[in-house]
């Protein structure tokens, strides 16, 4: 696949993963604004501003410790194809963040540099390389029609790949692309920032980008031919749709939230004792989470002015370096680096 190839597949994966997606409280996508920019990171290109309702997508034992409010995490992104710069930040968890950079290049992955960090910042790398043909993927998510090893597109007449396809195409000459990316996570909340930094790294991150280039490679048939153009109204069609689907959904909950405050009173009224809740309704966390979150974030503030941060690991974070090698024919802890296949 080649690198301008690729800038359509990643927008039209993106905005269907994000129409599939969306299912009510704890999964969906909120889609606030998509628009050009000028003067910054990259120069030029496209701003998007999202939030991703994520609960029903991280683990008891994480979204025990959270309130609820903190299930939501905004991203904003700048596409200055072929760079981009993304950041996630939660409103609610002041000192969570993160920092994605990512260069599309014509090679394979063998690029030994290409954010040109320090020695001490390459140092602190641990670079992973992501095979989308190779790396598993968990049981409960794997579809036939999304098997790199299964798929065949009648448009380009590419795939099946095999186990060893990317030096088959490598020997054959074959266009090649390669995807790095530099991941910086930052969870700075004693006693847990090892275990949730390594969640993010393995689970947020890596398993999300293996299936998300998994289908963009599968979906082929449905991007192939399509220009920036049409590009742009599907993402409009998306956005609408999105928001039609997520003002429902907010109904839905707030008659929910009313029903259970009328029956609260009804037991209170009854003599049984309720618990105490937030001014939302919201049952209050308990004494040590209640220091811990704050309701003011000042790494979402300073996202807004873009490209500030350095390509180093953040103090008390860790960062990693992810690529993804597409083809055209048939074709992290310490910082980490690596490569995702296609």
């Excluded at 072929?82 to 920092?99: A, G, H, L, M, N």
């Excluded at 109204?233 to 997520?246: D, G, V, Y």
């Excluded at 929910?256 to 105490?276: C, H, I, T, V």
């Excluded at 690991?313 to 992290?332: C, D, H, N």
Aim: one cysteine or more; a neutral charge; charged letters at 25%.
């Amino acid at each position: 696949m080649t690198v301008e190839e690729y800038r359509i597949a990643q927008l039209y994966m993106i905005q269907k993963k994000s129409r599939n997606e969306t299912h009510g409280e704890g999964s969906g996508v909120e889609i606030l604004e998509n628009r050009p920019y000028t003067d910054g990171p990259g120069g030029s290109g496209q701003y998007t501003h999202k939030v991703y309702h994520v609960g029903m997508h991280i683990p008891s034992w994480f979204r025990s410790i959270l309130p609820k409010a903190a299930l939501r995490v905004v991203e904003e992104s700048w596409n200055a194809y072929p760079y981009t710069r993304t950041r996630f930040t939660c409103p609610f968890v002041e000192k969570f963040s993160i920092d994605i950079e990512t260069f599309y290049k014509t090679d394979a992955g063998e690029n030994p540099n290409v954010f040109s960090l320090s020695p001490v910042e390459k140092n602190q790398l641990t670079i992973d390389f992501i095979d989308i043909v190779k790396d598993p993927v968990p049981p409960n998510e794997y579809k036939t029609e999304e098997d790199p090893k299964l798929f065949h597109s009648t448009k380009t007449q590419r795939g099946p790949l095999s186990e060893n396809w990317m030096e088959e195409y490598k020997q054959q000459v074959f266009p090649i692309m390669c995807a790095y990316k530099l991941c910086k996570v930052e969870f700075r909340y004693w006693g847990m920032q090892s275990k949730i930094e390594r969640f993010i790294h393995d689970t947020g991150l890596r398993k999300v980008m293996v299936r998300a280039h998994r289908q963009a490679w599968c979906w082929q048939d449905e991007w192939y031919g399509l220009n920036m153009d049409n590009i742009r109204e599907l993402e409009k069609e998306a956005q609408l749709m999105l928001s039609r689907k997520m003002a429902q959904f907010n109904e839905e909950d707030k008659g929910a939230a009313e029903l259970a405050k009328d029956e609260a009173a009804q037991d209170q009224a009854s003599g049984e004792p309720s618990q105490p809740s937030s001014s939302s309704g919201e049952p209050l966390a308990g004494r040590g989470l209640k220091k811990q979150w704050s309701t003011s974030s000042k790494s979402s503030r300073s996202s807004k002015r873009g490209g500030e941060h350095p390509v180093t690991t953040l103090a008390g974070g860790t960062s990693a370096l992810y690529s993804s090698t597409p083809v055209t024919t048939p074709q992290g802890s310490p910082s980490q680096g690596g490569c995702e296949a296609f």
